[in-house]
């Protein structure tokens, strides 16, 4: 696997990891919502219990925006405040729900707030009023917010996603420019020079101040015999060999009919010269 497959391969994995962060995330939150509203549904449970009742319902527990949620009850209920702050407090615990909540008891017939407190980090900073003070049996609503929001984690987690994938992104770029440019300039430095000619054996053409000269495959690998050997006489036998014979093609004149082609290619510079040495090859002269 090369660099660029590499990369790509690392970039994509990466991507998915974030991508299933976010989705167990968002699985968490479903499940989160769903231990609140049965928290919640028990906790209503023992204040019917509190009020010797043990036949009216706890209306179904609703969500709310903002990490919100309101309990209901089909009957009037009295609430005493210290026992509704110790059963919140138990059935929270023991549901493994965040300790940072506001809880607010309304009365249904004007949504005044009755009672509220809410619990913090530092106990010592717990709001917990008038603790001892019994609310008389009426229809009430207790809602609860989480003080330290999911969203806000979830909306962290995403411009994270977001930020990372775009840095991934960039990186990519720039390792393709870098590359790509890498590349050329490799390619542009693998040359050899012929007299005034630059010789490009991996792209197969000659290049004359500025003018590219196309060769074919045999031309190319005929030159680069030449060229690795200035001014020396290579004999026929081992340029048919080289090119031809060492890929199984048997060859009659065309070796000739290629040297004759690569003459015509070269002869724009006089100081180049591909001469025939009668009876034994060919020899690239270069003054």
Wanted: charged residues 25%; hydrophobic residues 35%.
């Amino acid at each position: 696997m090369n660099n660029t497959s590499k990369y790509l391969a690392s970039s994509l994995a990466f991507i998915m990891f974030l991508f299933c962060i976010l989705s167990c995330n968002n699985d968490s939150n479903r499940n989160f919502s769903e231990v609140t509203k049965v928290a919640l549904r028990d906790v209503g449970h023992k204040i019917l219990l509190n009020n010797q009742d043990s036949t009216s319902l706890v209306k179904p527990v609703l969500e709310l925006d903002n990490q919100k949620y309101q309990l209901a009850f089909q009957e009037s209920v009295s609430i005493h405040p210290d026992s509704l702050v110790n059963i919140i407090k138990s059935s929270f615990q023991k549901a493994d729900l965040p300790r940072y909540y506001l809880t607010e008891v309304k009365q249904c017939e004007d949504g005044e707030v009755a009672y509220s407190y809410e619990m913090k980090e530092n106990v010592d900073k717990d709001i917990v009023p008038c603790g001892g003070r019994q609310l008389h049996k009426a229809c009430y609503i207790v809602s609860v917010r989480f003080t330290k929001s999911l969203n806000s984690q979830n909306s962290s987690l995403k411009y994270l996603f977001y930020f990372l994938v775009a840095v991934i992104v960039v990186l990519g770029i720039v390792f393709y420019k870098s590359k790509s440019n890498n590349l050329e300039k490799s390619n542009n430095d693998n040359y050899a020079s012929i007299g005034s000619f630059q010789f490009y054996p991996e792209q197969n053409k000659l290049v004359k101040q500025a003018i590219e000269i196309s060769l074919s495959k045999k031309e190319c690998e005929l030159l680069e015999i030449f060229v690795a050997n200035p001014n020396q006489i290579i004999k026929r036998e081992e340029l048919e060999k080289r090119v031809w014979e060492d890929n199984g093609v048997i060859v009659g004149r065309s070796l000739d009919t290629y040297i004759s082609k690569l003459r015509k290619k070269l002869k724009e510079d006089d100081s180049i010269k591909l001469v025939n040495v009668h009876g034994v090859g060919y020899k690239l002269e270069v003054s």
